[in-house]
């Protein structure tokens, strides 16, 4: 079997759910069809199925290893990298002009997705190097992208984001890394960054590291990083790699999982003679890698939804196969057992990953679309709407996906039982690979910050009143559709978000900051409940319309009956878990908030 | 550092909360005080942190090996072995005839709880022995006791339980391995077993099996199984090794987590002489094992209570002393960045890991304590009391560390960050080992069933009304120490309990079981959650009565003010999650039993 996803899913969601087809009518995408969508699908499942997934499982046993001065990495990895990149997939959303092809970002997020569910470790070396890319496409200079954009296209040149120091974690504005300008135009980097994904390998002829740093007479804090190109090896005028530049690998580290790609700690200018390329302005460093920062931010939660994905669908093929036991009802110990998904508590841990994981999918992709929105929609109002709620959502499509999708690996490993807990079966390592999604590239804790005190107040709260609105779009049909239950439910719930939203809003007024957002991780919870319900809600509307519509097969009905009543299983048993959430931010509780670091 | 427990927090659950010194007054106990106690426990630290520690780490990273012939493991498990034997913990509930020390349950278990959190796998070899030798001295005939027990005290000999086959699962009813009655009273036991913990290794010169199989001429289902006694080396009339007997392990399951103890396939009677010894009467195998699995399960709890808890340690004195950031009403980037326990959501996570953990060793003592009673109380009536309720707890004692361990260890992991994710520091170790504990000895969801199915109706559900009244005690003790407000939203949550009880008890007889019991696992969690919040308010309701009664020091006092406060944590944010998921159980909630195997 080895199901990377549910094609029939990702049709439904990529076309009737988000009805990718619009964006056809857009200039920037007209030379597309539905066909070339579609092919450039399957050609990701192929690569994926074929070069990416059988070295899944070997790269995380036989993880890269440093003897000092370089790195080794098990040999399958460079060869299905080739593949990705001669396939397009790194250039998918450049500029036709730029060598790229101009694929909407949903159909390039779809394509991704087979890639993180397959082998996200590997899946991971392109990923941060389209990121870079595009990076430098947005605001590097000609010269610039001139220099690293064709490499990085097509696979020659791989990048990285370099922001973390040892001492300095989450809080970017401490970060130390000095650049001295030289007479010569560039920078002289010194500094040490740790954590570097893909930070030093040996996949790539050259390595573009996008590094924040300080330029020596700049402002304390986030308004005095720039951002910097530093190559692993500086290029000559034909933009060939001339000179190793004094960027140096230390040493590796060692995590639970995602063991395929490294984790590095790198030394800029040990020798006093890192070469560093300013990108655009002096001290707006934050502001551009925060392009490269939320596009990581949404991949980040496509590939936690993915890991999540790949987990159900192993537990659910193994569910169906294994017999085990028999009803409560049934005492006759010779009668047969039944199969584990006969059981309804397997039934509701697949039903649980399956809105986790779908519903997760569903999120990202929404995101894409509206990536695809704001960049190239030939209407002002709908690019700005779209730009405004992409901006609402990014924390939520980082930190939904990153929580539940762990979560539903957590529930795939009890499905399978002792089977599961074995690396004999693909779970375990599912289950430690996406346990970092909820760490990097922002923590759950940052994100919530980032939502309650920042997102939801900007352009005031347009976007959120978008939101809103959106919803209440959706329980109209819904209503005429049937679903007055769900409806019902979504309606109370979304209701009492916008209520706790007011009063936060009042109180970070009069409360302050810390007290209005000690909390915030509840915030964050039940926000992305909140939408996530109405994705599934939507979803069930769609279904419904489609089973009255049509002579279905059998196997479609079956689809989208399972679609409704994974709606009602989302929607009556995990949403209303935030009414209690709600309550206790309504409350301000304090109860973490006053607890002293002695009474531990 | 590398605290194994909170000294003061385990001081206060022996002493305050569970009085385990009025165990004293008990005959059976009556040569112990409170020094021959805590003398045991200080012993159990010393060897734990000095033997067992060390090698938690490493017998990870280098798990056993098996060459197809026999089974390698680190050279550092066998002296601790030797140490935790040499100073009587294997032997310490025996009777004094026995060569025991007639140590009260709830000690011992103390004393266990070092090793669990310093090494959990090492702990499982004499964890399992321990189980085996308790079995044997409540069933076995006297000459196998003469046999065996002496052995298994001193640690020559270790145990295992072998319960579990390749095709049968959770289902023991449908077990396989065969028993053929030989003219000499013995019988050939023929079968594979699959996951037996500690099924083969070099760590002593004997290794007890207690196998369950089938005598040929027995009834199908649980009702014609049968309890054997298969050692490696068959004994001669001096009860030394005599000869090798015919069961081989076949391969070693390779495990995500709990690396250090061996999980064997193992397989009985290849050559067809292997040879088994009846334990009791035929038939009646599964009552004898449910001795040792009661035990186990109870064994488990604590262990993923103290795998949660050295979890919690770690990412505590991890956030006591890493600075990062700033609170968020400072925007001044050049003050000092404070510590992460400043941060509200770091607080929340350590809160909810001190919730979990010392809810959970509470829980787990209490059981232990009840143990106690139920063996040597001196009044029939408290016995029968101690019984009964134990009986009702086991699910749960099994259950809610097990999951709560773990999602603490998920905690833990989140407040270090991506160091938490690196091999670098005990926490991805401890979230790892701890994900065995939800499914071994009975997944969560055959506790589900064993909780709702049967324990609850057990004795015409006395129990149950045994822990209404202990509850309703603690409320009154609340509103008189001032914990109103606490006491309230038990008292709530309790009524509604109680509420949905009654109605599952009515559905189970007019709906019937399948449906009734499709929702089982909600009743799991509810009922774990108000049994812990009534440990935490009694834990309250002591620490108030302390804070006013005495002196206390200053790093008493905080301590116990952490107590009122992590009640007001658990009741306020944790307990309140139950009214949604009584609600589901009360409306026999159908969309997971409704769900099809095709839909997904």
């Not at 450049?94 to 996200?120: K, R």
């Not at 028999?326 to 005492?331: E, Q, V």
Request: net charge negative; charged share 20%; glycine share 8%.
């Amino acid at each position: 079997m080895n199901q990377l996803i549910n094609q029939q899913d990702l049709e439904f969601l990529l076309y009737d759910l988000l009805d990718a087809e619009s964006l056809l009518s857009h200039p920037h995408y007209q030379d597309h069809s539905r066909e070339t969508f579609d092919a450039f699908i399957e050609i990701a499942d192929k690569i994926a199925r074929k070069h990416f997934l059988p070295h899944n499982a070997k790269a995380d046993a036989e993880e890269p290893k440093f003897d000092g001065d370089s790195i080794s990495i098990i040999p399958e990895v460079q060869p299905a990298l080739e593949e990705y990149a001669a396939a397009g997939f790194i250039a998918a959303r450049h500029l036709y002009d730029n060598g790229g092809m101009q694929m909407p970002a949903v159909i390039a997020s779809a394509c991704q997705s087979f890639f993180f569910s397959a082998n996200p470790s590997t899946a991971g070396y392109p990923f941060l190097t389209t990121a870079a890319s595009n990076l430098i496409a947005a605001f590097a200079s000609e010269s610039q992208k001139n220099q690293y954009l064709p490499g990085l296209l097509d696979g020659r040149i791989f990048g990285t984001m370099a922001l973390t120091e040892p001492d300095v974690g989450s809080s970017l504005g401490d970060l130390k890394t000095s650049a001295t300008a030289q007479t010569d135009g560039s920078y002289l980097i010194k500094g040490q960054k740790m954590f570097i994904s893909a930070g030093d390998h040996p996949l790539s002829e050259n390595i573009v590291h996008l590094v924040l740093a300080r330029i020596s007479t700049a402002p304390a804090g986030v308004k005095g990083i720039s951002l910097f190109i530093v190559p692993k090896f500086l290029l000559d005028g034909n933009a060939e790699n001339a000179s190793r530049n004094d960027v140096q690998v230390t040493g590796l580290l060692h995590k639970m999982g995602y063991r395929g790609i490294t984790s590095t700690v790198l030394n800029f200018g040990d020798k006093n003679s890192c070469q560093g390329f300013l990108v655009g302005e002096p001290n707006q460093g934050l502001m551009y890698m925060f392009k490269m920062m939320n596009e990581a931010r949404i991949g980040v939660g496509l590939g936690a939804a993915m890991i999540g994905y790949r987990g159900y669908l192993s537990s659910l093929e193994y569910a169906r196969n294994r017999p085990q036991g028999r009803l409560p009802s049934n005492r006759d110990s010779s009668s047969k057992p039944v199969k584990l998904i006969e059981h309804a508590d397997v039934r509701r841990m697949l039903l649980a990953q399956k809105s986790y994981v779908e519903g997760s999918l569903a999120l990202c992709l929404y995101a894409a679309k509206l990536m695809d929105l704001s960049e190239a929609s030939p209407e002002e109002s709908e690019k700005l709407a779209a730009k405004q709620l992409l901006n609402l959502f990014t924390p939520v499509v980082k930190s939904f996906p990153s929580t539940y999708g762990t979560k539903a690996n957590d529930l795939a490993i009890q499905v399978l039982g002792g089977s599961g807990y074995t690396r004999d079966y693909p779970v375990e390592q599912c289950y430690r690979d996406n346990r970092l999604n909820p760490i990097h590239e922002g923590t759950e804790g940052i994100q919530a910050l980032d939502l309650l005190g920042r997102k939801l107040w900007q352009d005031n709260s347009q976007a959120f009143g978008q939101l809103l609105a959106l919803i209440k779009d959706t329980l109209q049909q819904a209503e005429k559709t049937g679903l007055v239950k769900p409806a019902t439910a979504l309606e109370k719930a979304t209701d009492r978000l916008a209520r706790t939203t007011r009063a936060l809003g009042k109180a970070l007024a009069t409360e302050g900051p810390d007290k209005t957002l000690a909390n915030a991780s509840l915030y964050l919870d039940s926000f992305g409940r909140v939408v996530i319900a109405w994705l599934w809600l939507k979803q069930a509307v769609i279904a419904k319309n489609k089973l009255s519509e049509t002579n279905a097969q059998q196997s479609q009905q079956a689809f989208l009956l399972g679609k409704i009543q994974t709606a009602s299983y989302y929607i009556h048993w995990e949403l209303p878990e935030i009414f209690h959430l709600l309550q206790l931010l309504e409350d301000l509780d304090p109860v973490c908030f006053e607890m002293q670091a002695d009474w531990f």
